[in-house]
Antibody, heavy 122, light 109 residues
């Protein structure tokens, strides 16, 4: 059974940093791209970014709203994906979901974690 | 940037058919994925690559995509289908970016 478990969320002040982790199980982690999607309270889904598998270069893509502030990385030996968030803004307040995919660049997010809440406030 | 437009809400009686549209410029040339999100839960993939169903998703869920509109159709609607639905594509016009639709709340009357 595929499982994705996010951790690391919490309350953080504007301008500070936070790192989220996504621990995966139930599949060969290194074979898949991993993505982050967020949802502000009462709002819709917003794609944050993803990291390709090593087979596809392990490269990353980011939404314009987070590019230069957020960094996605992965540790295939531990089956963990990370989202490093720097220079946080109040508008980054959201539930952050870890998702598997896209397997290829046009593919879907086929499994989702339960999400972790990040609150940016002074 | 690429924009996907969905109706904010769709209401449907049990047993009837709900159709949720997702509008985008020449969306028929892209692959569309659909997600269902119930209150307090993570989204679930219900349709991928326009019309394919993941295992475990009822045949009542189907999808189509042509021109400037993609459509998610829910036949024989049940109370348990009440949820928010989001379409999603990849836009490679500049960088390669994921784009979600604005979301549609389906209410079962």
């Amino acid at each position: 059974e595929v499982q994705l478990v996010e951790s690391g969320g919490g309350l953080v002040q504007p301008g500070r940093s936070l790192r989220l982790s996504c621990t995966a199980s139930g599949f060969t982690f290194g074979d898949y791209a991993m993505s982050w999607v967020r949802q502000a309270p009462g709002k819709g889904l917003e794609w944050v970014g993803f990291i390709r598998s090593k087979a596809y270069g392990g490269t990353t893509e980011y939404a314009a709203s987070v590019k230069g502030r957020f960094t996605i990385s992965r540790d295939d030996s531990k089956s963990i994906a990370y989202l490093q968030m720097n220079s946080l803004k109040t508008e980054d307040t959201a539930v952050y979901y870890c998702t598997r995919g896209p397997y290829v660049d046009t593919g879907p997010f086929d499994y989702w974690g339960q999400g972790t809440l990040v609150t940016v406030s002074s | 940037s690429y924009v996907l437009t969905q109706p904010p809400s769709v209401s449907v009686a049990p047993g009837k058919t709900a159709r949720i549209t997702c509008g985008g410029n020449n969306i028929g040339s892209k692959s569309v994925h659909w997600y269902q999100q119930k209150p307090g839960q993570a989204p679930v993939l219900v349709i991928y690559y326009d019309s394919d169903r993941p295992s475990g998703i009822p045949e009542r869920f189907s999808g189509s995509n042509s021109g400037n509109t993609a459509t998610l159709t829910i036949s024989r609607v049940e109370a348990g289908d009440e949820a928010d639905y989001y379409c999603q594509v990849w836009d490679s016009s500049s960088d390669h970016r994921g784009v979600f639709g604005t979301g549609t709340k389906v209410t079962v009357l």
